[in-house]
């Protein structure tokens, strides 16, 4: 059953685009990772998903089905249906928790604000639902939770209350923007573990940004790498990590530090450059100037389509790249 | 906070004391070292003669030593003896507690003016930031910022007194009438003018402590979880923005508190401003002295009352 189909999903801020054509779809209870490096547009692709952009920004669809067998389409949404839609449908959670809980209100009046919106929950049963989140989302304490403000917690905390927030209204979906990025390493698993147990115990499909392969091959069914707005491979988790194909994905994986880098067994290949700015692009394929595969013909003068190159007849495995089947001899 | 509340208030108590005593000394040499001396007022009487000016210096005990007499009336500041005017020879004290009143009230009538049109002109501009309607904020701001007090009040009063009688032109009150719809209409002119012209004052402040606020993740959250645009401006962006603005008020609140000077002379508004113009006038030094040492307690109590309350609002500031 597909949860979310994304079809030429483009942005711009009157410039060149910054997403240009991104095109996907996802199951119900699904986990996709968005991966990119800074600049590829993967957060300003979130925001469109969330409709936190004007509507004159966004161009194509992206149309999620409810669980009540309604449809309705994140890239033209109004901002009155947005709010029936937000926190309720889809929910999101964010990069920086140290920042994303209003410093001056308690846990609990933030909670009972998300749980007053989207369940109608009011006074004690407001009180027992949060506690009953809190809970679920692995906080020890959460009475005593509810009564602080969010100064007095942790970074991992603090996300964990943000996640029981987002998680109140029982979306359908979960947009989840590098949520483990500023947290310690060992909070980044416990955070995973979460959102790995709240999907089996709801089935919530997971929209997962972020550029740590380590952390998107720990908790993705699905790998789509976005490159300079566009994607340029979407493939099953599995097979991404086995073998990936196109050259970005080969080399972001190249320069992911794994173990036997970190004990001197051989040097971290380096991914020369950057993602060219949105003006600053080619006719060519995008990652030209930055592949060590790259032919002057096809990759500068020919933008290579997105491919599906999957063997079985239902799966996909798209890849973007001219040279693909050569590279993959 | 590493300090408690109490070792806080103590610490302010007593650097507060200090600066009193600063003000006082400048104040009192000050006033005796201008042109006459606190003698002025007797010396300009006819038929004066210097053996009955000896005398009365003598009795008023101004032929001591200027140390002494400073002093003495220090001592007497704190026992709450101000000393006496020179024109009726009153109790400064009460002198000036009976011209609190219609202080206060003007202040008070204008802070809401002010506080409130800046509180709107402010969340406007921050909302609808760099667009038409937050120009115009702007440019409305600039223009009462930089109309003349006395000005704006006497065009209030040539358009809306003189010219169409709507309102009295300056007092308290009619004479013989204490009804409370008469002294509204006795205030709405001054207040509006003080009250205008703060405004924009309150305005920017309002206007950059909600900027910053809107542009903070926990907004983004908010309107992520579907929180309607109106509640995050009632519930988040506006006590964010108010919190900041209470020590600005606590240093704010002792100006109008000790008289507005300008507005209270041109609507003949009978308040400490107008009391402390008379009181140097007519060199009565000691109703001077009394009210720039009401002005500075005012400016201490005001600022460390603003602080202690910003401390018990602010969750953020309680350990």
Redesign the interface.
């Given at each position: 059953m597909t949860l979310l189909a994304v079809r030429d999903l483009g942005v711009d801020f009157g410039g060149p685009p910054i997403v240009d054509g991104v095109s996907f779809s996802m199951k119900r209870g699904e986990i996709v990772a968005l991966v990119g490096e800074s600049g590829s547009g993967k957060s300003v692709a979130s925001l469109a998903l969330?409709g936190?952009l004007g509507r004159g920004n966004v161009t194509g669809s992206a149309i999620l089905r409810l669980n009540d067998g309604r449809e309705t389409d994140l890239a033209r949404i109004s901002s009155r249906e947005?709010?029936?839609?937000?926190?309720?449908h889809v929910?999101?959670i964010?990069q920086?928790p140290l920042?994303?809980?209003?410093?001056?209100?308690?846990i609990g009046a933030q909670m009972r604000?998300?749980l007053s919106?989207?369940c109608g929950l009011r006074g004690g049963k407001a009180q027992a639902r949060a506690i009953e989140l809190l809970h679920e989302v692995g906080i020890v304490d959460p009475q005593a939770c509810l009564k602080l403000?969010p100064?007095r917690l942790s970074g991992g905390m603090r996300q964990r209350v943000?996640i029981a927030?987002?998680i109140a209204?029982e979306p359908e979906l979960l947009l989840a923007d590098e949520p483990t990025t500023a947290l310690d390493v060992t909070v980044q698993a416990q955070v995973l573990r979460l959102l790995l147990s709240l999907r089996a115990r709801s089935g919530m499909g997971m929209i997962f940004i972020t550029h740590n392969l380590a952390v998107a091959s720990s908790i993705a069914d699905r790998v789509i790498v976005l490159y300079a707005g566009q994607v340029v491979e979407d493939a099953p988790a599995d097979a991404f990590f086995a073998a990936p194909a196109m050259p970005y994905s080969k080399a972001l994986l190249g320069a992911a530090p794994g173990i036997d880098s970190v004990f001197g067994a051989r040097r971290l290949p380096i991914l020369r450059g950057q993602v060219p700015a949105p003006g600053e692009r080619g006719v060519g394929c995008r990652f030209a100037p930055r592949c060590d595969a790259m032919r002057p013909t096809p990759c500068q003068t020919q933008m290579p389509d997105l491919l599906n190159i999957a063997d079985g007849e239902n799966e996909v495995h798209a890849v973007r790249c001219g040279r693909w089947e050569e590279l993959a001899r | 906070m590493a300090e408690g509340l109490f070792a806080f208030a103590a610490r302010r108590a007593g650097v507060n004391v200090l600066l009193l005593m600063l003000v006082s000394l400048t104040g009192f040499m000050l006033l005796h070292a201008t042109p006459g001396g606190p003698l002025a007022q007797f010396s300009l009487s006819p038929g004066m003669t210097t053996e009955r000016l000896n005398q009365i210096a003598h009795s008023m005990g101004l032929d001591q030593p200027l140390w002494l007499q400073y002093v003495k009336w220090l001592g007497g500041l704190l026992k709450g003896d101000w000393g006496h005017s020179y024109r009726d020879h009153a109790p400064v004290l009460s002198i000036i507690v009976a011209h609190l009143g219609a202080t206060v009230e003007l202040g008070l009538a204008s802070l809401v003016i002010s506080f409130l049109g800046g509180l709107a002109m402010g969340l406007i501009g921050a909302l609808r930031a760099g667009e038409a309607i937050d120009a115009l904020c702007s440019l409305v701001g600039v223009i009462l910022l930089s109309l003349p007090t006395f000005w704006l009040g006497l065009v209030f009063i040539y358009f809306l007194s003189v010219r169409t009688g709507w309102f009295p032109a300056g007092g308290l009150m009619a004479p013989g009438d204490a009804s409370a719809s008469d002294r509204l209409r006795h205030l709405a002119l001054p207040a509006m003018t003080l009250g205008l012209v703060s405004i924009p004052v309150w305005g920017a402040y309002v206007r950059a402590f909600a900027g910053d606020t809107l542009n903070q993740d926990h907004i983004r959250t908010a309107r992520a979880l579907g929180v309607p645009g109106w509640r995050i401006v009632l519930r988040r962006v506006l006590p964010a923005a108010l919190l900041p603005l209470i020590p600005i008020a606590g240093v704010y609140l002792p100006t109008l508190l000790s008289g507005a000077l300008v507005t209270e002379t041109v609507f003949t508004w009978p308040g400490v401003g107008r009391l402390f113009l008379d009181s140097l006038q007519y060199r009565d030094y000691p109703v001077a002295l009394g009210v720039l040492m009401f002005s500075a307690v005012l400016v201490l109590i005001c600022s460390l009352a603003a602080e202690l309350l910003h401390h018990a609002a602010d969750p953020r500031l309680r350990a």
């Open positions: 969330m936190l947005r709010r029936g839609v937000l926190g309720r929910s999101m964010f920086d920042s994303s809980l209003d410093p001056i209100q308690t604000e998300v919106l989207h403000i100064q943000l927030m987002a209204g | -």
